[in-house]
């Protein structure tokens, strides 16, 4: 069941010289009770200008989000019962807890805020610590973010989040300061929390192996654009998309089907970084395809903007190489192949 | 991916370290001081990528701050020495010796840092034009506004960064893309020492890759070396020509990244790789490595990984293991790992570990397969010779083989 709708989301940023710079290109997505959607992309692509956007901490340029079917409001009460709703989990969980606070405080506020009485306010946030494996919360209810671990603080991040007893939580890179034997543990509970209390989940991060096992869909970022999206199996195991067939041969110590070597090369003439330098030119071009400066596939048509192609079971790519009139054309050789391994 | 490593870490470059540090301890003062190091030695050779991984609290941060000078009260450095050989080829100098003048210069123009929170630590309301001319007008004064500009440019070039970000301030950017300005800043002044501390947490694969690439470049180009801590074992082991292992202050494995790659040798370093889980395989349970590493402030007996390991055994509750090395692997292997390798055999005796499992006295059996420490995962190898693990340690000092304070 689809919590919250969300309808060509756009957001500009304003400049000091020149035009409003669009971080987010009219982007259309639904978060479904008990499910995970994962994020991934590239860095400044507008993963977390998305999230900010989804959680009111940014007004959008443009677009619409359906809680429920329902529009949401700009202010008041309105606004105040989507924000109960949707609930945001940081990347850093030193910033994100006041290090003048104790643990309980930070539980208590919003459920006080959210109109929860004194009554039994200490065994709701002794429960919301036990929900995140804090245990026993008694011990540890008055310590300061100082004394606990980053793991734990995420943990209390957590809890802050699930106290307003949201239907919606936008984790933003919410493991990635933390260590990779922590991280399992983290998501494991998020996993565990999404399906105990139903919850639609929103997960953005750089690390597509946890995206996959963790999620139940995948969408890749790319310059403001999703470039493609589908069941997490299916994306990661026959990446579609130029762009996302890179981004997993960039994962260190992965042999995948796509080669590096063929996707990106790396140095030009004089020794140059041509996709860092590609990178910066393509900042500039407003038409077509976003990625034609990088991609080994450009063609002509690649100066005007793709549109998402169908490849079956919600697997869509925003790419010509699948677009059937081009396959045509080219007599079917134009799609990459999309699962024999080479790199061995 | 595989970057390729820029150095030369054969024989040749083995003599031509540019820090040397042997027995530093660190300790953080407080009523129970932490000791945060403890006892370690290691080489950073020149233009080399040195990787320190393991988890968080282990001391990664501390020992790198450490080999620099970079530690602040109420860390103290409590034994050691650590000596610096410049690019100019003068004689070594005694890092902890310096004077307040010369310490100021090692830190700005020799040594440099990328912040583990680098994403954090720039200003958010200076331009970045005007972080960046900071750095040159201290240390570059002759400088003009012009050159501090186009320098600036360069900078953010390099990075990945449109330079007409250049007049931007930091909050307008994203994570990545302030880590990445803090990676241009540490390479401002040309340093001959690089310390990253986790600089690419917040990057997706591709910059990430580009930018090591870059690093890597410049590594070649310019000669300096670098020290790259991160918990990602994979991608140490992609990009680093030597790794340590830390485990609560100590070293734990040492080893050529690409033959950790293939096996390691310390359970340890297993957990680490196989709490990354691979992209491609079968689903299947994750899981990290269970429990966390020990409070520092206490005494550790015997192997401070026990509680969390799952081949411990008779001497690990009581006897702390020395950081030795394996013994070498049988001919047949030797031939043709150096067959592969081209001949770098002075990498065969630069593979140590601290653990009872390879210590044939303790352990007749020798480890088991998957720890057998064996670069072509064949099998192949001879266990460690007698004594491997409780002998003298490989800087020359008797063992203590006792707990450890
Ligand atoms: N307040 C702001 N003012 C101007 N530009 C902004 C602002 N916030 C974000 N941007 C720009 O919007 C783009 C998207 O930023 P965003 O933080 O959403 O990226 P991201 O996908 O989360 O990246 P990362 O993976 O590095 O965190 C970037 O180009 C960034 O510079
Ligand atoms: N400023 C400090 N004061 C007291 N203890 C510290 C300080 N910084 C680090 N420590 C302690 O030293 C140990 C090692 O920390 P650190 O070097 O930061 O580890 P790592 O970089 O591996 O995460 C930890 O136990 C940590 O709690
Ligand atoms: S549309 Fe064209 S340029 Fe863009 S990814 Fe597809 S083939 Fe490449
Ligand atoms: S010494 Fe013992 S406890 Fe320590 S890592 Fe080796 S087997 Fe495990
Ligand atoms: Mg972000
Ligand atoms: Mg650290």
Redesign the interface.
């Known amino acids: 069941m689809s919590v919250l709708q969300v309808q060509d989301l756009t957001v500009d ?1 304003a400049q ?2 020149g035009p409003k710079f669009r971080a987010v290109d009219h982007v259309s997505f639904e978060l479904v009770a008990g499910e995970t959607l994962a994020l ?5 692509s507008g993963k ?1 200008t998305i999230a900010r956007a989804l959680a009111r901490l940014l007004r959008p340029t443009g677009g619409e989000l359906l809680l429920h079917g329902r529009p949401v409001g700009h202010r008041g009460r309105k606004l105040r019962d989507y924000r109960r709703e949707v609930q945001m989990v940081f ?2 969980p ?2 994100s807890l006041n290090p003048a606070y104790t643990v309980g405080h930070h539980l208590r506020r919003p459920l006080r805020i959210y109109g929860h009485p004194r009554k039994g306010l200490e065994e709701v946030v002794e429960a919301l610590l036990t929900s995140v494996n804090m245990v026993p919360a008694t011990s540890f209810v008055s310590k300061f973010p100082h004394e606990l ?2 793991g734990q603080r995420q943990r209390v991040a957590i809890a802050r989040a699930l106290a307003t007893q949201p239907g919606v939580i936008l984790a933003d ?1 919410p493991v ?10 983290i ?2 509970l998020l996993d565990g929390l999404k399906r105990d209390r139903d919850l639609a989940l929103l997960y953005i991060t ?1 690390d ?3 995206a ?2 963790f999620s139940t869909q995948i969408m890749v970022m790319y310059r403001g654009e999703i470039v493609e999206r589908g069941p997490a ?1 299916s994306v ?2 026959r990446p579609a998309h130029p762009y996302t067939q ?11 089907p796509h080669r ?1 070597d063929e996707l ?1 090369p ?1 140095r030009g003439a004089g ?1 140059t ?1 041509v ?2 330098a590609a ?2 030119a393509e ?1 500039t071009a407003a038409t077509g395809c976003r990625f034609r400066r990088r991609c080994p596939h450009a063609m002509d048509v690649c100066s005007t903007h793709p549109v998402e192609q169908d490849l079956g079971d919600g697997h869509l790519v925003r790419c010509w190489l699948h677009d059937p009139k081009v396959r045509e054309k080219s007599g079917d050789r134009a799609a990459p192949q999309q699962s024999a391994p080479s790199g061995a | ?1 595989r970057v390729q490593p820029a150095a030369q870490t054969g024989a040749e470059g083995r003599n031509d370290a540019v820090l040397r540090a042997s027995h530093i301890s660190v300790e953080y003062g407080g009523t129970v001081p932490t000791r945060a190091v403890r006892d370690v030695s290691i080489e950073l050779h020149r233009g080399e990528m040195l990787g320190i991984a393991g ?3 282990c001391g990664k941060s501390t020992l790198a701050y450490a080999l620099t000078r970079l530690l602040r009260p109420p860390a103290v450095m409590t034994e050691g020495q650590v000596l610096f050989c410049g690019r100019d080829g003068a004689a070594p100098i005694d890092i902890m010796q310096l004077e307040p003048e010369a310490l100021r210069r090692f830190r700005w123009t020799v040594v440099s840092m990328v912040f583990q ?1 680098a994403m ?1 630590s720039l200003n958010p309301v200076i331009s970045l034009r005007r972080q960046f001319s900071d750095i040159f007008e201290a240390h570059v004064p002759e400088m003009d506004r012009e050159a501090r500009d186009r320098r600036s440019r360069e900078l953010l ?4 960064i ?1 330079p007409s970000r250049l ?2 301030f930091p909050h ?6 302030r880590q ?1 300005v803090g990676i241009a800043m540490a390479l401002a002044l040309q340093p001959e020492i690089v310390i990253m501390d986790e600089p690419t ?10 930018i090591l ?2 690093i890597a ?1 410049l590594r070649r180009e310019l000669g300096f070396s670098v020290i790259f801590i991160t ?5 140490l ?3 680093s020509d030597r790794l340590a292992v830390m485990y609560a202050g100590e070293i734990v494995e040492r080893a050529p990244a690409e033959w950790v ?1 293939g096996r390691p040798a310390h359970p340890y370093t297993l ?2 790789q196989a ?6 395989g079968e ?1 299947r349970a ?4 269970p429990g ?1 590493p020990p409070d520092l402030r206490q005494r550790l007996r015997g192997c401070a990984f026990a509680p969390r390991c799952q081949y411990v055994f008779g001497p690990c509750a009581d006897i702390h293991p020395v950081l030795s090395p394996l013994a070498p692997p049988a001919a047949a292997v030797i031939e043709s790992v150096l067959d592969r390798d081209g001949g770098k055999t002075s990498k065969l005796n630069d593979w140590a570990v601290a653990c009872h499992l390879h210590d044939r006295t303790a352990n007749p059996a020798g480890p088991p397969d998957e720890l057998a420490g064996d670069p072509l995962g064949t099998g192949g190898l001879v266990p460690p010779a007698v004594g491997a693990g409780l002998g003298v340690d490989p800087t020359g000092r008797p063992a203590r083989g006792q707990d450890q304070l």
């Open positions: 940023f000091r010289r991934v992309g590239e860095s400044g977390s990347q850093d030193f910033a671990s980053g890179e990635s300061m933390l260590d990779v034997s922590i991280r399992l543990e998501l494991n750089h597509l192996a946890t996959r096992y199996d990661i195991l890179l981004l997993e041969a960039s994962v260190p110590g992965e042999r995948t590096l990106a790396v020794g970084n996709i860092l990178e910066r900042a | 991916m988890e968080s609290g929170s954090n070039e390099m990075v990945g449109d007049g931007g307008e950017l994203s994570g990545g893309m990445r947490t917040a990057l997706d694969v591709v910059v990430q890759r580009e690439l870059e470049r918990h990602d074992l994979p991608m082991v992609d990009l790659g957990g680490l709490a990354c889980p691979d992209l491609l689903r994750l899981q990290g490595i966390s």
